[in-house]
């Protein structure tokens, strides 16, 4: 069974940096993709990045994009979330998602295993 470990939320002033690690384990799939989705406080789980298998297709959302960098280490089965320039409206706890196959999706419907989820706050 494929299990997914998220690290690095924390606290953090307007402005500042935190990069998110996932760490696939178990019985994973022979390829996969990943997605990083957060919900906040009242609203919807969103998608936030994805990156497929080989790392040569990447996408963010609009509110992200030029913000945040999603990158993996198929060696280690760990993918990372680099986010810089924090906005407060980025508080959230963030999940990582992964699926068999080596297209990612935007919509988390099409996701088959999940992390617990890393809280991430940013202070104004």
């Known amino acids: 069974q494929v299990q997914l470990a998220e690290s690095g939320g924390g606290l953090v002033q307007a402005g500042g940096s935190l990069r998110l690690s996932c760490t696939v384990s178990g019985r994973t799939f022979s390829t996969y993709t990943m997605g990083w989705f957060r919900r906040a406080p009242g609203k919807v789980r969103e998608f936030v990045a994805g990156v497929n298998w080989s790392s040569d297709i990447i996408g963010y959302a609009d509110s992200v994009k030029g913000r945040f960098t999603i990158s993996r280490d198929t060696a280690k089965n760990t993918v990372y979330l680099q986010m810089n320039s924090l906005k407060p409206e980025d508080t959230a706890v963030y999940y990582c998602?992964?699926?068999?196959?080596?297209?990612?999706?935007?919509?988390?419907?099409?996701?088959?295993?999940w992390g617990q989820g890393t809280q991430v706050t940013v202070s104004s």
């Open positions: 998602a992964a699926r068999g196959g080596t297209i990612y999706y935007r919509r988390d419907s099409e996701y088959d295993v």
